[in-house]
């Protein structure tokens, strides 16, 4: 039997509402694992808020992979060996810091042990600090502060405002960074190709997989690319109405164990 890579969003896909991987998906995911199949995190989230879950699976033990920042990081946890990264540039954070200051958004990066926010931070950057265990300092100089490596930086507003704020970030650096939502409120301002359909080709071609071998599974908008890129694409039940569009199959909702049959389905 062929070796199939299984690449999982986390909010909203991996995680019940509770933020939590139920005991029916994590059998699932174990026994595939098992069977020499490999299960890859992908996700908007740093690396290091990744780690629990990667330690919960046991993905070093099981060959698995960390596609973090929306796949500007791929890490072997087997090793620990950062495969592939590019980082954002630095000389962009002074226009990013005037752009969010201008039209009242959220503006915050991480470093390996917290979450900066360039300004007071408001609810949205406040729970992306809490789903990764980092505390959130406010700085009072966000690009001074920042002297450590990039790998994106997370803008954050209403749904409606939102939508609007992107299509201005993309008139004015979508020539230089990759800029999308991967929820209503959190748009993402990442290296320029970056992304986590790019990230799964790049590992899926390091580790020798084919596309046809590949399953992945979301619910967000920066979910899409990966969705269109595998061999079998998977909205979950609760995935944004464009997610579903682009996916080749709709499974259940993240609270109904949706992943589990995914995995009987396509894999086992």
Same mark, same amino acid.
């Given at each position: ?14 995680? $019940? ?23 890859? !995190?992908?996700?908007?989230? &740093?690396?290091?808020? !990744?780690?629990? @879950?990667?330690?919960?699976?046991? !993905? ?9 920042? #929306? ?5 072997? /946890? ?10 954002? &540039? ?14 009242? /958004? ?13 300004? /007071? ?19 009072? $100089? ?16 209403? &749904? ?14 979508? #020539? ?8 209503? @409120?959190?748009?993402?301002?990442? &290296? ?23 399953? /992945?599974?979301?619910?967000?908008? $920066? ?14 039940? $609760? ?30």
């Amino acid at each position: 039997m062929k070796k199939k890579i299984l690449a999982l969003d986390m909010d909203g896909t991996l995680l $019940n509402s509770r933020k939590e991987i139920t005991p029916a998906t994590r059998a699932a995911l174990r026994k595939i694992m098992e069977e020499g199949h490999r299960v890859i !995190l992908s996700s908007g989230r &740093p690396t290091p808020g !990744l780690r629990p @879950y990667e330690r919960e699976l046991e !993905l070093d033990r099981y060959g698995g992979y960390l596609l973090s920042f #929306n796949g500007a990081c791929i890490t072997e /946890c087997r090793t620990g060996k950062i495969l592939f990264q590019r980082l954002l &540039p630095v000389e962009l954070l002074p226009d990013l810091y005037d752009f969010a200051r201008k039209n009242g /958004c959220g503006l915050a990066t991480h470093s390996e042990t917290e979450a900066v926010s360039a300004f /007071c931070p408001d609810a949205y950057i406040s729970m992306e600090a809490g789903m990764n265990g980092f505390p959130v300092i406010t700085v009072d $100089n966000f690009v001074d502060y920042v002297d450590f490596d990039v790998y994106k930086c997370l803008m954050t507003a209403e &749904p409606e405002r939102a939508v609007v704020l992107e299509g201005m970030l993309q008139e004015r650096f979508g #020539n230089v960074v990759g800029i999308y939502r991967s929820e209503p @409120y959190y748009i993402e301002v990442v &290296p320029r190709y970056v992304d986590k359909g790019e990230a799964l080709e790049r590992l899926a071609g390091i580790i020798g997989v084919e596309r046809e071998d590949v399953v /992945c599974c979301g619910d967000g908008y $920066n979910d899409i690319s990966m969705i269109k890129y595998a061999g079998v694409g998977v909205a979950m039940g $609760n995935a944004q109405p464009e997610v579903k569009e682009a996916a080749d199959y709709v499974t259940l909702g993240n609270d109904e164990d949706g992943l589990v049959e995914v995995i009987h389905k396509f894999i086992l």
